[in-house]
C-alpha cells in the first residue's frame, strides 16, 4: 500500500523459474480498482454499484535484478483512470501487517455517513467484541454510538487477530484518527 499517494497496488500476475524452458521469473502489480468484477454466481445480475473495479489500467512489472539483489520495475502503465483514495482510513486494503510475514493481522474499517455521525455524535460510544463468528474465526469489535435521541449506530468495526490490550489499543488509535478535531473525542466509552 502507498499511504502518501492513495493508492493500493497488489500482485496481479506473479511466476517462478523452475528450470522448466520459458518459464522465467516475474511480478506484475496493479491497481486494486483494475480489471472487471467477476460475477460469483453466472445468473448474478451485474450490478456497476457494489464493486470498486473500474478497469484501471495501472501496471508495473518487476524482474529480479541481474545480480540477484532486488527486483526492476518497469511501468507499463502509470496512469489511473480514477480519483486517488485522499486518506485510506476505511479502505478494505487498508490494515496493519506484521513486519515478519507480510500477513494482516487487523483490519479497521468504517464508512462515510458513519463518520459524519462519528463527529456529530461523539459524546458516548460502546465497544463489544464477538468471538469467533464470521467466517475468517476472528474476533469482529464493533464500536457504536448514540445520538443525541438515543438511536444506535455502527461507527467502526475490527477484526482482531487476538483480544489482547495492544489490539484494542491499535483499534482505538484508529478510532481516535476518524474525528475532526482532537476536541471530538469521546467523553465516555463503555466496554463489557
Request: charged share 20%.
Amino acid at each position: 500500500m502507498t499511504y502518501g499517494l492513495g493508492i493500493v497496488v497488489g500482485i496481479v500476475r506473479s511466476d517462478k523459474a523452475t528450470g522448466v524452458r520459458g518459464r522465467k521469473t516475474f511480478v506484475k502489480l496493479g491497481c486494486e480498482r483494475g480489471g472487471k468484477y467477476w460475477k460469483y454466481k453466472a445468473d448474478a445480475v451485474p450490478s456497476v454499484y457494489n464493486t470498486r473495479k473500474c478497469e484501471c489500467p495501472f501496471r508495473l512489472k518487476g524482474k529480479p535484478c541481474l545480480d540477484g539483489d532486488g527486483w526492476v520495475l518497469n511501468v507499463m502503465c502509470g496512469h489511473h483512470n480514477h480519483e486517488l483514495a485522499e486518506t485510506l482510513v476505511g479502505h478494505p486494503y487498508a490494515g496493519r501487517c506484521a513486519d515478519d510475514s507480510k500477513v494482516i493481522t487487523d483490519l479497521f474499517w468504517t464508512y462515510p455517513d458513519a463518520m459524519k455521525l462519528l463527529n456529530s455524535f461523539n459524546v458516548v460510544f460502546m465497544m463489544d467484541s464477538t468471538y469467533k463468528t464470521n467466517r475468517y474465526r476472528l474476533p469482529l469489535l464493533e464500536i457504536v454510538g448514540m445520538t443525541c435521541t438515543g438511536l444506535i449506530f455502527s461507527a467502526a468495526f475490527a477484526f482482531l487477530s487476538t483480544e489482547r490490550q495492544s489490539n484494542f489499543t491499535w483499534a482505538l488509535e484508529k478510532l481516535k484518527g476518524l474525528f475532526i478535531t482532537s476536541e471530538g473525542c469521546p467523553k465516555v466509552i463503555v466496554t463489557n
